[in-house]
């Protein structure tokens, strides 16, 4: 983070739902009063209740609660698709709040793009026209919308389906489109709400993998919603704490996980990976094995670019690892094959085991194999993936157990 300036600001913000949102809803709510009481007092719900906070130039802040906490709600009024009931919400020196018409849209436009977890695309056109749709609707001209589409799509790893329709494409493909498409106007801010919480886990890892590298490259502001305590920790520079309306925590996952402010917040901590509740599938990729069939000129080729490949047999099953060094020892002998330099010592793993249970597998320095109950080949992991993650893990809850518990 490299400037230390603020971008947006929520200031004792609240926002009541139900006919009559100044009344006595308020009233309770102003006086710290819990949103379910609230609620039997005075039939209204309370949305948000005194939320503050402050989002810096160029970092990623997570909000994240339980589903009803408010998340949406908050990041709702920062583009005034919410109205507040009472306080303040800016955004690069603006008061959002007076804002109307053109001048809003304007604002929304220039200053914002949006994801959320239904990636809303148009299923018949091609993933450019989805892209450059924000840009055609400010008339930009085709030339120069298609080229912002095309770079928006190189950062998130699309170029290649520039033309494809959308439909064709997986969940997680689809939902880079529309980070795609939120970055193709060059916001200074991105409002990711739920962006990633459809995805399976293995898609969402890689999603917010590529987040992060996105985000080196193109430093915005990133407001990221989510449910789910260990995304918030994994890519969040702070992270906000919100239940029932209100805010609990705001913190640094370091702080959030050594010096959780409420018992409650130590509760959900307590919930969260410490190396043992991180899964396979969640860390593994692809498997890109080589079949065992496979000519020798082609295991070969298909060891140029990495070190090791895993080897399935016809039923997709895992039948071993082939390594450059194995394919290079052999390919003297008379008549080399794959399967003379294949290993079929391979670790395997199944995706619902937990990575700690990994760590001497892992030792070993080859690839695991992630295999179904039937044997047959999903997945990949790689050693050093699965050490830099129990040891990213391992040290906060180090840290947290020192704080906690003594
Ligand atoms: N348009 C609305 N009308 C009435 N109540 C709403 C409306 N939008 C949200 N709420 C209520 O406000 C609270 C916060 O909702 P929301 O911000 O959507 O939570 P989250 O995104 O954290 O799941 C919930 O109790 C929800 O039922
Ligand atoms: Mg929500």
């Given at each position: 983070?490299?400037?230390?300036?603020?971008?947006?600001?929520?200031?004792?913000?609240?926002?009541?739902?139900?006919?009559?949102?100044?009344?006595?809803?308020?009233?309770?709510?102003?006086d710290?009063?819990?949103?379910?009481?609230?609620?039997?007092?005075?039939?209204?719900?309370?949305?948000?209740?005194?939320?503050?906070?402050?989002?810096?130039?160029?970092?990623?802040?997570?909000?994240?609660?339980?589903?009803?906490?408010?998340?949406?709600?908050?990041?709702?009024?920062?583009?005034?698709?919410?109205?507040?009931?009472?306080?303040?919400?800016?955004?690069?020196?603006?008061?959002?709040?007076?804002?109307?018409?053109?001048?809003?849209?304007?604002?929304?436009?220039?200053?914002?793009?949006?994801?959320?977890?239904?990636?809303?695309?148009?299923?018949?056109?091609?993933?450019?026209?989805?892209?450059?749709?924000?840009?055609?609707?400010?008339?930009?001209d085709?030339?120069?919308?298609?080229?912002?589409?095309?770079?928006a799509?190189?950062?998130?790893?699309?170029?290649?389906?520039?033309?494809?329709?959308?439909?064709?494409?997986?969940?997680?493909?689809?939902?880079?489109?529309?980070?795609?498409?939120?970055l193709?106007?060059?916001?200074?801010?991105?409002?990711?709400?739920?962006?990633?919480?459809?995805?399976?886990?293995?898609?969402r890892?890689?999603?917010?993998?590529?987040?992060?590298a996105?985000?080196?490259?193109?430093?915005?502001?990133?407001?990221?919603?989510?449910?789910?305590?260990?995304?918030?920790?994994?890519?969040?520079?702070?992270?906000?704490?919100?239940?029932?309306?209100?805010?609990?925590?705001?913190?640094?996952?370091?702080?959030?996980?050594?010096?959780?402010?409420?018992?409650?917040?130590?509760?959900?901590?307590?919930?969260v990976?410490?190396?043992?509740?991180?899964k396979?599938?969640?860390?593994?990729?692809?498997?890109?094995?080589?079949?065992?069939?496979?000519?020798?000129?082609?295991?070969?080729?298909?060891?140029?670019?990495?070190?090791?490949?895993?080897?399935?047999?016809?039923?997709?099953?895992?039948?071993?690892?082939?390594?450059?060094?194995?394919v290079?020892?052999?390919?003297?002998?008379?008549?080399?094959?794959?399967?003379?330099?294949?290993?079929?010592?391979?670790?395997?793993?199944?995706?619902?085991?937990?990575?700690?249970?990994?760590?001497?597998?892992?030792?070993?320095?080859?690839?695991?194999?992630?295999?179904?109950?039937?044997?047959?080949?999903?997945?990949?992991?790689?050693?050093?993936?699965?050490?830099?993650?129990?040891?990213?893990?391992?040290?906060l809850?180090?840290?947290?157990?020192?704080?906690?518990?003594?």
């Amino acid at each position: 983070m490299p400037e230390n300036e603020e971008i947006i600001r929520l200031n004792e913000v609240y926002k009541i739902f139900g006919p009559q949102p100044r009344g006595r809803a308020f009233d309770l709510a102003k006086d710290g009063v819990h949103k379910d009481e609230v609620q039997r007092q005075s039939g209204h719900v309370v949305g948000l209740s005194n939320v503050s906070f402050s989002v810096q130039k160029g970092e990623i802040f997570v909000v994240m609660g339980l589903s009803g906490s408010g998340k949406s709600t908050a990041i709702r009024t920062v583009n005034k698709l919410h109205d507040v009931t009472s306080g303040e919400v800016l955004v690069d020196g603006v008061d959002v709040q007076r804002l109307e018409g053109k001048e809003l849209q304007a604002f929304r436009r220039e200053k914002m793009g949006m994801v959320f977890q239904h990636f809303a695309l148009f299923p018949h056109r091609n993933v450019t026209d989805n892209v450059a749709y924000g840009l055609k609707v400010q008339k930009v001209d085709r030339t120069e919308r298609e080229a912002a589409a095309m770079k928006a799509l190189q950062l998130v790893g699309l170029g290649a389906y520039a033309d494809n329709a959308t439909s064709e494409l997986s969940g997680g493909m689809q939902q880079r489109v529309g980070l795609a498409r939120a970055l193709a106007s060059d916001p200074d801010i991105l409002l990711m709400d739920e962006a990633f919480s459809a995805l399976d886990p293995l898609i969402r890892r890689q999603m917010q993998d590529e987040l992060m590298a996105i985000q080196d490259e193109v430093h915005k502001t990133i407001l990221f919603i989510t449910h789910d305590l260990n995304e918030a920790l994994r890519i969040g520079d702070r992270v906000c704490i919100m239940k029932d309306g209100v805010v609990v925590q705001i913190g640094t996952p370091e702080e959030i996980l050594t010096q959780p402010a409420t018992g409650y917040v130590a509760e959900f901590v307590q919930d969260v990976d410490q190396g043992r509740v991180i899964k396979v599938e969640e860390v593994m990729v692809p498997p890109d094995p080589v079949h065992i069939d496979a000519e020798f000129g082609e295991v070969v080729k298909a060891l140029v670019d990495v070190g090791e490949r895993l080897v399935v047999d016809a039923s997709g099953k895992c039948a071993g690892l082939v390594t450059r060094s194995d394919v290079e020892r052999v390919a003297t002998q008379g008549v080399p094959t794959l399967a003379s330099a294949m290993r079929t010592d391979v670790p395997i793993a199944i995706p619902s085991q937990t990575l700690n249970e990994l760590y001497a597998d892992a030792g070993k320095g080859l690839p695991i194999a992630c295999c179904d109950e039937s044997g047959r080949l999903v997945g990949r992991m790689d050693p050093t993936a699965v050490l830099e993650e129990l040891g990213r893990v391992e040290a906060l809850a180090d840290a947290f157990e020192r704080e906690v518990y003594m």
